[in-house]
T-cell receptor, first 111, second 108 residues
Framework: DVKVTQSSRYLVKRTGEKVFLECVQDMDHENMFWYRQDPGLGLRLIYFSYDVKMKEKGDIPEGYSVSREKKERFSLILESASTNQTSMYLC??????????FGPGTRLTVT | AQRVTQPEKLLSVFKGAPVELKCNYSYSGSPELFWYVQYSRQRLQLLLRHISRESIKGFTADLNKGETSFHLKKPFAQEEDSAMYYCALSDSSYKLIFGSGTRLLVRP
């Protein structure tokens, strides 16, 4: 059974802080994704990674960066958090059959 | 441009009534289409994909290329079907493009 875990379920940060969101998968998947989920907007892709040390921008990468030093771990970094980054963040990894497995999500509030 | 449209933000039905959640897509090639579901306090999970042509939890979805639609249907809604439903499209890569989601509320 695929397991995707995220480091925090809830996080509260102040404007300007650097924020790290971590995602770990245990199925040796090469492809991993970070989305943000907002009411009325659905899921929007921030960044994705096809392999270790490889990353590509998604649809809304501004204000974010990522790190993939190990295959199982994909980190999302908010360099200087802003209030418009308050959201639910979802991580996913992908099987060879294109099915995406999602983590439980991190609800980030920036005050 | 690739796009997925779910025109209804909220769909409310009574238990036992038929359900149809609408999904239209815009894509020039042959897409892979999916329905994902998120129950309250649970993670987002795959419900079904068009290529498998399965019925999951009584739900089916047929790809209509002429109308570029992939509507999700169930003949008799159950209260446990209440959830957020997302239609998604994938091109030949592993990326998904999601619609804005439809909240299904099944009332007793």
């Amino acid at each position: 059974d695929v397991k995707v875990t995220q480091s925090s379920r809830y996080l509260v940060k102040r404007t300007g802080e650097k924020v790290f969101l971590e995602c770990v998968q245990d199925m040796d998947h090469e492809n991993m994704f970070w989305y943000r989920q907002d009411p009325g907007l659905g899921l929007r892709l921030i960044y994705f990674s096809y392999d270790v040390k490889m990353k590509e921008k998604g649809d809304i990468p501004e204000g974010y960066s990522v790190s993939r030093e190990k295959k199982e771990r994909f980190s999302l970094i908010l360099e200087s958090a802003s209030t418009n980054q308050t959201s639910m963040y979802l991580c996913a990894s992908v099987t060879g059959s294109y099915e995406q497995y999602f983590g439980p999500g991190t609800r980030l509030t920036v005050t | 441009a690739q796009r997925v449209t779910q025109p209804e933000k909220l769909l409310s039905v009574f238990k036992g009534a038929p359900v149809e959640l609408k999904c239209n897509y815009s894509y020039s090639g042959s897409p892979e289409l999916f329905w994902y579901v998120q129950y309250s306090r649970q993670r987002l999970q795959l419900l079904l994909r068009h290529i498998s042509r399965e019925s999951i939890k009584g739900f089916t979805a047929d790809l209509n290329k002429g109308e570029t639609s992939f509507h999700l249907k169930k003949p008799f809604a159950q209260e446990e079907d209440s959830a957020m439903y997302y239609c998604a499209l994938s091109d030949s890569s592993y990326k998904l493009i999601f619609g804005s989601g439809t909240r299904l509320l099944v009332r007793p």
